[in-house]
């Protein structure tokens, strides 16, 4: 009798270690494909990284001081399209909105699919960089030779000078890097 209630006690024994790994394997698997988004809302809310952020509007410059903003571009090497940015640097009173434009070309012999990424440096400016307008919020159909001036309208939160950690900020450089997109479904859509 005492082997037989050693096995029972043994068998539930077990079963309560792979109910608990099978509800670790579970939690872990469900953090990991959270793990993404919940990062992109941090980086968002708070600027780390450099994050812009979004807004409908600037609140007007009211006298504030000039801004330096540098505009930096790259492509990956999958990616064969001409790209940079028509300003370099523009200088602009903190407040005030501003359009700049960059020039794409796809120097490619087919349809191709970009889409960009983006950082601010210093990345503790990030939240700072507000963006109304981007190209970089939707990927980019350009056809063999197609070119096109894509806008990044965008201003400085006057609350940039309130914060002791960005006070002696005075040149914020955004940089994007346009890559082909991992989704090319466009490109068939548009051969329609």
Same mark, same amino acid.
Request: aromatic share 12%; net charge negative.
């Given at each position: 009798?005492?082997?037989?209630?050693?096995?029972?006690?043994?068998?539930?024994?077990?079963?309560?270690?792979?109910?608990?790994?099978?509800?670790?394997?579970?939690?872990?698997?469900?953090?990991?494909?959270?793990?993404?988004?919940?990062?992109?809302?941090?980086?968002?809310?708070?600027?780390?990284?450099?994050?812009?952020?979004?807004?409908?509007?600037?609140? *007007?410059?009211?006298?504030?001081?000039?801004?330096?903003?540098?505009?930096?571009?790259?492509?990956?090497?999958?990616?064969?399209?001409?790209?940079?940015?028509?300003?370099?640097?523009?200088?602009?009173?903190? *407040?005030?909105?501003?359009?700049?434009?960059?020039?794409?070309?796809?120097?490619?012999?087919?349809?191709?699919?970009?889409?960009?990424?983006?950082?601010?440096?210093?990345?503790?400016?990030?939240?700072?960089?507000?963006?109304?307008?981007?190209?970089?919020?939707?990927?980019?159909?350009?056809?063999?030779?197609?070119?096109?001036?894509?806008?990044?309208?965008?201003?400085?939160?006057?609350?940039?000078?309130?914060?002791?950690?960005?006070?002696?900020?005075?040149?914020?450089?955004?940089?994007?890097?346009?890559?082909?997109?991992?989704?090319?479904?466009?490109?068939?859509?548009?051969?329609?």
């Amino acid at each position: 009798m005492n082997t037989i209630d050693n096995n029972n006690n043994l068998k539930k024994q077990n079963k309560k270690v792979l109910i608990t790994i099978s509800f670790i394997v579970i939690a872990m698997l469900s953090l990991s494909y959270a793990a993404v988004p919940l990062y992109d809302i941090f980086c968002r809310v708070t600027g780390f990284g450099g994050t812009t952020q979004i807004a409908s509007s600037a609140p *007007g410059s009211f006298g504030n001081p000039d801004i330096n903003i540098r505009f930096e571009s790259s492509t990956t090497s999958s990616l064969n399209w001409e790209f940079y940015s028509k300003s370099k640097v523009v200088s602009i009173p903190i *407040g005030q909105e501003k359009t700049i434009f960059y020039f794409a070309r796809n120097n490619s012999s087919e349809p191709v699919v970009g889409t960009a990424t983006f950082n601010v440096t210093p990345a503790k400016a990030g939240q700072y960089f507000m963006k109304i307008d981007c190209f970089c919020f939707v990927e980019q159909l350009l056809k063999p030779g197609e070119s096109m001036n894509m806008p990044v309208t965008f201003f400085i939160d006057p609350d940039i000078y309130k914060d002791e950690n960005v006070k002696e900020v005075n040149e914020i450089t955004l940089s994007y890097t346009f890559m082909r997109s991992m989704d090319q479904s466009m490109v068939n859509s548009s051969e329609l």
